[in-house]
């Protein structure tokens, strides 16, 4: 239910009380479903941090690692559209979803998988400038906030709709800025806890913790790169959960969309 | 009344849904000048795909031809269901090749960064 007018904070607030009610099972199978392509991500990212320069003349390899990341890819995209379809649902009856979450219209996911590949695509192509990241969010953002709205197949529906929700710009800034300081909170909290349970270990248990010291030191890349990849797969939720709502809020401030959701689902049940 | 004077018949400038009509008077004198759906009502043309007598409200142009109401939905659909189809190959085609552009553009900066280091 579209409770208070659009706004950072209100998107905010609702979203948290929309991954309360969605956090089991739908946010356990996003996660579930997340991690195979976080962890291909780590594995891609720490084999080009250990060819480095010489990376070039490994293509193979590296185009191997790409090509199982994408499809560890196609897998995420099927949780975060499970659990996009929980979050409207949730935010519409206010209770926690049944098995209707899994039942993603066809053509949405189709379009979803079309504009979330572009995301995708303009992340990696941007990467190097240091935008990449900001404007692959923000895509993949809106593409996961609107893929419900798709009700007819093809190419140029979902780009229109991702265009015309891209024109409340400035909640969508500063959402993005909110993630940002949201990541690295959890970046803190994952390796702050990772430490703590090392140090209970050793010192409870009489767990032999000096190996596992050097291991999980901010000196290993690997535990970095995982610790950078456990931040991104706990604010997972939310982002997916605030763009749900920014599209469903922002359109119903404009078209009513939410009313003829709401009415076909009436006529569904 | 699908009726033309003498005169007008002979400088030729009946209009072709009259001649239609006329072609169909031929078939069936009794029943071709009324509406098939309406039969009070007299015919001003007729349909093109399944030769139905016409009155005005029942009859609509389409592409400069004459179609009563059934036939011109069923040729509405077929376009749609085309492009339904014509959009499914398109979406899933179009992230097939994103989704492969976007491997190689992920080993393209990829190797960049690494170089750069």
């Given at each position: 239910?579209?409770?208070?007018?659009?706004?950072?904070?209100?998107v905010l607030d609702e979203s948290a009380a929309v991954v309360r009610a969605t956090v089991t099972p739908w946010a356990a199978l996003l996660l579930a479903t997340s991690i195979p392509y976080r962890f291909m991500q780590i594995v891609f990212a720490d084999r080009l941090i250990e060819l480095g320069s010489n990376a070039s003349q490994y293509g193979d390899l590296l185009r191997t690692t790409a090509d199982i990341t994408c499809a560890?890819?196609?897998?995420?995209?099927?949780?975060?559209?499970?659990?996009?379809?929980?979050?409207?649902?949730?935010?519409?009856?206010?209770?926690?979803?049944?098995?209707?979450?899994?039942?993603?219209?066809?053509?949405?996911?189709?379009?979803?998988?079309f504009v979330a590949s572009i995301a995708e695509a303009v992340t990696y192509l941007l990467f190097v400038t240091g935008l990449g990241i900001a404007f692959g969010a923000v895509l993949s953002g809106l593409a996961i906030g609107t893929m419900e709205l798709n009700t007819e197949p093809g190419i140029r529906g979902p780009l229109r709709r991702l265009a015309r929700y891209s024109g409340s710009s400035r909640i969508i800034a500063s959402l993005t800025l909110v993630f940002l300081c949201a990541l690295v909170v959890a970046l803190l909290n994952v390796a702050a806890f990772v430490s703590v349970i090392v140090s209970l270990a050793s010192t409870v248990g009489g767990w032999d913790a000096a190996?596992?010291?050097?291991?999980?030191?901010?000196?290993?890349?690997?535990?970095?790169?995982?610790i950078i990849a456990g931040a991104l797969l706990i604010i997972?939720?939310?982002?997916?959960?605030?763009?749900?709502?920014?599209?469903?809020?922002?359109?119903?401030?404009?078209?009513?969309?939410?009313?003829?959701?709401?009415?076909?689902?009436?006529?569904?049940? | 009344m699908v009726e033309t004077t003498r005169e007008q018949r002979s400088a030729g400038n009946v209009p072709a849904k009259l001649c239609r009509s006329r072609m169909n008077d031929a078939i069936n004198p009794a029943a071709a000048r009324r509406c098939a759906v309406?039969?009070?009502?007299?015919?001003?043309?007729?349909?093109?795909?399944?030769?139905?007598?016409?009155?005005?409200e029942c009859a609509t142009q389409w592409d400069g031809?004459?179609?009563?109401?059934?036939?011109?939905?069923?040729?509405?659909?077929?376009?749609?269901?085309?492009?339904?189809?014509?959009?499914?190959?398109?979406?899933?085609?179009?992230?097939?090749v994103i989704l492969f552009c976007s491997t190689r553009f992920m080993v393209w900066s990829g190797v960049l960064l690494a170089g750069l280091r």
């Open positions: 239910m579209i409770r208070a007018p659009l706004s950072t904070t209100s560890a890819f196609f897998l995420s995209l099927c949780g975060r559209a499970i659990y996009a379809r929980a979050c409207r649902l949730a935010s519409e009856s206010g209770v926690a979803p049944g098995r209707e979450a899994l039942r993603v219209p066809l053509v949405a996911f189709a379009s979803y998988v190996r596992w010291h050097v291991l999980l030191s901010l000196h290993n890349r690997r535990y970095v790169l995982t997972q939720p939310f982002w997916i959960a605030a763009n749900v709502l920014l599209v469903r809020k922002s359109g119903s401030a404009e078209t009513g969309d939410d009313l003829r959701v709401w009415f076909e689902e009436l006529q569904r049940s | 309406h039969q009070q009502r007299p015919a001003f043309a007729v349909c093109m795909q399944c030769a139905k007598t016409l009155c005005q031809i004459w179609y009563c109401a059934a036939c011109l939905a069923s040729r509405r659909s077929a376009p749609a269901a085309k492009s339904r189809v014509g959009g499914w190959i398109a979406v899933i085609a179009a992230a097939l």
